[in-house]
C-alpha cells in the first residue's frame, strides 16, 4: 500500500498504520459504532420479531395456559374485522389531511417569518410554542377549553352549543393535532426559505419578475426538497399519533375517531388479546415498512448521505 | 432590504403577522391565565378575563402527589440522554469523520427504526417487562428512551461532526495526535455546541414521550405526562388544576426548546437540514 491511499479518499481516512492487515483497521474503525448499532439492534429488533412470534398464537392474558400455535387464523381474523378496516381508514385520512393542512398553514406561517419585522424573534418563539408543549397537555386543554360545548372557546366566539367532541370526533382531534404539528412544518420550511440565495432573488427582481412569480419560479422550487421533507417526517410521526385521541374522544364516540395506534391499544390492553393484536401489528409495520422503503429512497435522494449534510 | 421588501406595506403585514400568531397560540394564553384561576373562575360562560391571581391550584398539584411524577421524568430524561451521548458520539464520528464501510446502509438501519410504528412493539415489550420485574419501573423507560433517541441523535450529530474542517484534523495528524487526543482536543471543541443541541432535542423528545410511559408505568414509574392522564378520570371539572398541571408538566420543555430552538430544525429533520 502506497502512502498516498489511505488519505486520498475525501481525505477522511484514520490513518491508523495503513500497513497493518486490512481487517484489524476495519475493525477499529468499527469499534466506536458497535455498542451504539447492538444496542439499536437488540431493542428495537427483538420486540418486532417477537411480535411476528405473537401474531401465530392464540394467547389471551385474562386466560392462563390459553397460548398455542395458530397459524394465520389471527391474520384471517383481522381481515375480516370491520372495526380494523375502519380504524385503518380513520388512520390514513387522520395523517393526510393533518399532513396537508399542516403544511399549508406552516408554508403560510414560515412565509409571514421570512422577512425582518419588529419582535419576529418573539413571534417565532411563541408560534413554536404549541409544539414544544407536553402532547398529553395540548390534547387535554383542547378538549376543555376549546371543544367543551358549555365553556369551550370556540363556541363563545361564534355561538351555538355544538359538541364538538361527539358531533366532529376525528375532526376535532385533527385540529388539535394540526395545531401541534404546524409549528413543526414551519419551522422546517423557513430554515429552507432563509437558505435561499440571496442573490438570485435580487437577480428576479432586477429582471422585473414579480412577486407570485418568483415565490412560482424560485422559491418553490428551492423549497421542494424541504416541503418533502416535511411531508415525510410529519406522516411519520403522524400516523402514530396515539395521545389525542386517547386523552380527548378514546376513540369514540363508538370507533369513529379510532385509528390503528388506538386500535391496537384497546385490543391489547382492554382485550388482552395479545394474538390478534400482534398481527394488527405487523400488518402495521408492512404497511409501514411499504411506505418507508419509498420514502428512504426519497429522503436519500433528497439529502445525499454519501455527501453528508446539504446546507 | 431589497426595495420590493420595504414597498410591502411592512406594517400592516407586521400586524397582520402577530394577530395570527396570537391567535394561533391563544390556547396556551389561555391555558397559563386559567392556571392562576379559582375553580370558580376557571369555566364561566362567558369566559372570565378580569380575576384574582392565585398560586392555590400549583399547591394543589403537588398535593395531588405531582412532584414524584417529575422526578421520575427528569431521572429518565436526563439518564437516557446521558446514555444516547455515551453511545452516540463515537458513533456519530464513526459515521463521519472515519466513516466505516456501507455507512450508508448503517445509517439507513437507524433511520429505518424511526419509521417502524412503536405500538407494533408494545406487546412484546410488555410481556418482557412484566417477565424482567421492569413493568413501572423506571429503567424500562431509560432503556426504552435511549433506542428512541439515538438513531436521531446519531443522525444529527453526524451532519455537526461532517462540518469539522478536513485541514484541522489532518494538521493535527501531522502534529503527531493519536485518536483520542484528536477527538478531545480538535474535534469535540468543535462540535460541543452541536451535541449539546443534540442532548437538548433528546430531552424535549424523552420528556414528552406518551405511549410507552402510558402503558409500561403506573403510579411507582409514571412520568409527568402519566400524571395527566389522571385528569380524564377524575370526576367533575378541575380546568385550573390541569391547567396548572399541564403549565408545569410543559415548562421544562418549553424553555429548553426556547434556547434550542436555533437548533430544533436540524434536530427533527434528524440532522438532514441546517
Known amino acids: ?311 | 432590504m431589497s426595495t420590493a421588501r420595504r414597498r410591502l406595506g411592512p406594517a400592516s403585514l407586521t400586524t397582520a403577522t402577530w394577530v395570527i400568531a396570537i391567535l394561533f397560540v391563544f390556547p396556551l394564553i389561555w391555558m397559563v391565565l386559567t392556571a392562576f384561576k379559582q375553580e370558580a373562575d376557571a369555566y364561566t360562560d362567558p369566559p372570565r378575563i378580569a380575576f384574582t391571581p392565585t398560586l392555590d391550584q400549583f399547591a394543589s398539584i403537588v398535593g395531588r402527589g405531582f412532584l414524584p411524577y417529575l422526578g421520575n421524568s427528569a431521572f429518565v430524561t436526563i439518564l437516557s440522554t446521558l446514555i444516547v451521548l455515551l453511545l452516540g458520539v463515537p458513533a456519530a464520528y464513526a459515521l463521519s469523520l472515519a466513516p466505516v464501510p456501507k455507512t450508508s446502509n448503517v445509517l439507513g438501519f437507524f433511520l429505518s427504526t424511526k419509521m417502524l410504528p412503536v405500538v407494533a412493539a408494545i406487546i412484546p415489550l410488555y410481556v418482557i417487562s412484566q417477565r424482567t420485574q421492569l413493568l413501572d419501573n423506571v429503567w424500562a423507560l431509560v432503556i426504552l428512551y435511549t433506542a428512541m433517541n439515538l438513531p436521531l441523535a446519531i443522525w444529527m450529530m453526524r451532519s455537526f461532526f461532517l462540518e469539522v474542517p478536513t485541514e484541522m484534523i489532518e494538521a493535527g495528524r501531522v502534529d503527531g495526535a493519536n485518536l483520542p487526543t484528536l477527538l478531545y482536543r480538535v474535534i469535540l471543541p468543535v462540535v460541543a455546541p452541536g451535541i449539546a443541541a443534540t442532548a437538548l432535542i433528546c430531552v424535549i423528545f424523552s420528556w414528552t414521550e406518551f405511549f410507552y410511559a402510558v402503558n409500561l408505568t403506573a403510579a411507582r414509574a409514571g412520568t409527568v405526562p402519566v400524571f395527566l392522564v389522571g385528569f380524564i378520570t377524575s370526576e367533575g371539572l378541575y380546568w385550573a388544576q390541569l391547567s396548572a398541571a399541564a403549565l408545569l408538566a410543559s415548562l421544562p420543555v418549553m424553555i429548553v426548546g426556547w434556547i434550542a430552538q436555533n437548533h430544533l430544525v436540524r434536530g427533527l429533520s434528524m440532522g438532514a437540514v441546517k
Open chain 1, 1 to 311: 500500500m502506497t502512502a498516498v491511499a489511505p488519505t486520498v479518499e475525501s481525505g477522511q481516512k484514520v490513518v491508523a498504520k495503513p500497513e497493518r492487515r486490512k481487517g484489524t483497521g476495519v475493525w477499529a474503525r468499527r469499534a466506536p459504532l458497535l455498542p451504539a448499532l447492538l444496542f439499536t439492534v437488540v431493542v428495537t429488533q427483538i420486540p418486532f420479531i417477537l411480535t411476528v412470534v405473537y401474531s401465530f398464537q392464540s394467547w389471551n392474558l385474562v386466560r392462563p395456559g390459553s397460548q398455542h400455535f395458530v397459524g394465520l387464523r389471527n391474520y384471517v381474523d383481522v381481515f375480516a374485522d370491520s372495526q380494523f378496516r375502519g380504524a385503518m381508514l380513520n388512520t390514513v385520512l387522520l395523517t393526510v389531511v393533518c399532513v396537508v393542512i399542516a403544511l399549508l398553514l406552516g408554508l403560510g406561517l414560515a412565509l409571514l417569518l421570512d422577512r425582518k419585522f419588529l419582535g419576529r424573534g418573539v413571534v417565532r418563539t411563541l408560534l413554536i410554542t404549541p409544539f414544544l408543549i407536553l402532547p398529553a397537555a395540548g390534547a387535554l386543554l383542547w378538549k376543555t377549553t376549546m371543544f367543551d360545548p358549555t365553556y369551550g372557546l370556540p363556541n363563545f366566539v361564534f355561538g351555538g352549543e355544538t359538541d364538538w367532541l361527539s358531533q366532529f370526533p376525528l375532526a376535532s382531534v385533527m385540529a388539535q393535532i394540526v395545531w401541534q404539528w404546524t409549528p413543526f412544518m414551519m419551522l422546517l420550511i423557513l430554515a429552507g426559505l432563509q437558505s435561499q440565495p440571496k442573490d438570485v432573488l435580487e437577480a428576479a427582481q432586477v429582471d422585473g419578475a414579480g412577486r407570485w412569480r418568483t415565490f412560482a419560479s424560485i422559491t418553490l422550487p428551492h423549497l421542494s426538497r424541504y416541503l418533502q421533507l416535511s411531508v415525510l417526517l410529519g406522516a411519520i410521526y403522524i400516523v402514530n399519533s396515539f395521545d389525542a385521541i386517547f386523552l380527548m374522544t378514546q376513540g369514540g364516540p363508538g370507533t369513529a375517531s379510532t385509528n390503528l395506534p388506538y386500535y391496537i391499544y384497546q385490543r391489547a390492553f382492554q382485550g388482552f388479546d395479545i394474538g390478534q393484536s400482534s398481527a394488527m401489528g405487523v400488518i402495521v409495520v408492512i404497511l409501514t415498512l411499504i411506505v418507508a422503503t419509498f420514502a428512504l429512497r426519497l429522503m436519500f435522494r433528497a439529502f445525499d448521505v454519501s455527501k453528508g449534510v446539504v446546507k
